[in-house]
C-alpha cells in the first residue's frame, strides 16, 4: 500500500463566501488548504507549490473553471481535478470531461457528504498515481543500474575470459616446450632420432591439418609424433650404436619392445592415454603385418597411421642428410609403392595432395655462413650440428628454423655459448651459379 502523505488542497472562485464554505467542507481532512479568487492567481500558485486536488468554479472573470483547469493541466498534469458548474454549462462542462481536464464535477448547490466522498476518493487515487510514479522512478532507476552493472559485468568477463585464453595459450605454449624437452632427452641419446622426431611432428602437423579433428584429438597426434620414439631410451647402447642394417634377429626383437617402452614412458601421465595408443602402434602396418600387436586397417588408430607415413617418409628422406629432390621424390615414390600394405592409402593421398615433401626442399646450388644466435631468421636452414661450448647437443645438420627454435638457441646460448656461431645454408643467386658454371 502507498504511505499516506499530507495533501494540498486549492479551492479556487472569485465570491470568497464559496471559498469559505470549502474551507468549512475540508477542515476535518489531513490537508493544507489553499484558495485563489482567480484562475491567473490559482495558475501562479500552482507553479510553486505542489497541488493534489483542485475545486474549481465555473463561473468566473477573465477565465472561465474550464479554461483553468485546462490549463493547470499543462502545469501539473498529476493534480486532481473537480469543477463546480450550474445547468447552463453542462455543455463546457461535457467537453472538459472528454479532455481530460476534470475528474468530477458537481452543481450548485453540492451535496457536502457527496462531494466529500468524491474529494477522499480522489485523494486516495492520487496517492495511488503518486506510489505508481515513485515506483517507476524506481523501477526506472534500478533498470539503469542494471545496465551499468550488466555492462560493467561484460567488461568484467570479457577482461577475465582474455586472461583464462591467454593463461591457456601460455599453458599450452608451457606444454608443448615441456613435450619438446622430453624429445630432447631422446635428442641427447641419439642425436638422429631427436631431429628425426622434430621433423616427424612436423610433418603429421601438416597433414592432419585438414583433417576434422577436434583440438584435444589434434595435440595428441602432434605430441606422440614428437615422443614416438621414445621408448629406444630403454634399448641397450651396444644395440643403439649399431647401424639399422645390421641389427640381429635379437636385436630386433629388442628394438621392436621400443613402441611399448614409448607407451610405458608416458602411461603415467593424466589423459596421455591416447598419445600412448599412437606411441605403441606407429610401427603397425595397413594390411597387419606390423607390430607390436599386428592391427590392421582402421583398427590402427588414426594418429598412429598419420605417424607411421610420416615417420617412414622421413627415415627414407633423410637417410643420406638433408634430402635432395631426388631423395624426396624417392621417399614419396615409396609410400605410394606401399599404399594399401604398409601405409592408409587414404592418408597417402592427403600427403600427395597437400605437396608435404615441399616443406623439406633446399636448392642444392647453396654456399655456407656462420651467423649469430641473435641473427638467425625462420626457415633458415642449419649447415652443420649445432653444440654448446659444454658439448650439449641443440638442434642436427638439416634442421628448418621455426621461431621457437630460434628461441630455444638463444636462451640455451646464453648460460652455455655457442662457439664459432651457426652455420646456416644460403642460396646461391641464380647468376652467381651460372658464371661459377661457365
Known sequence: MPDKRRHTILAVDDEEGILKSLRRLL?????????????????DMLKSRDISLIISDQRMPEMTGVEFLQRSREVSPETIRILLTGYADIN???????SGAIKYYFNKPWDDDILLSRIRESLDLYNVMAENKRLNMLI????????DMNKTLEQRVEKQTNVIRNQHQQLVKSFMETIKAFSAIVELRSKDVGSHSHRVASTAARMIKFLDLGEKEYQDVVVAAFLHDIGKIGIPDKIMDKVENTYTSSDLDVVRKHTILGQSCVSGISDFEDVGLIIRHHHENFDG????DGLRDTGIPLGARVVRIADEFDKQSFAKGYPTMKALSKATANLVLHSGTLFDPDLVKKFIELDIAKQFLYKEESETFLVSPIHLKEGMVVAADIDTRSGMFVLPRGAKLSQGMINRIIKINAFDSIPNGIEIHRTIQKQKVANART
Open 27 to 43: 477542515a476535518d481532512l489531513d490537508a493544507e488548504v489553499l484558495t485563489a479568487t482567480s484562475g491567473k492567481k490559482a495558475l
Open 92 to 98: 463546457a462542462t461535457v467537453d472538459a470531461i472528454n
Open 140 to 147: 526506472s532507476r534500478q533498470n539503469e543500474k542494471l545496465k
Open 289 to 292: 603385418t606390423g607390430y607390436p
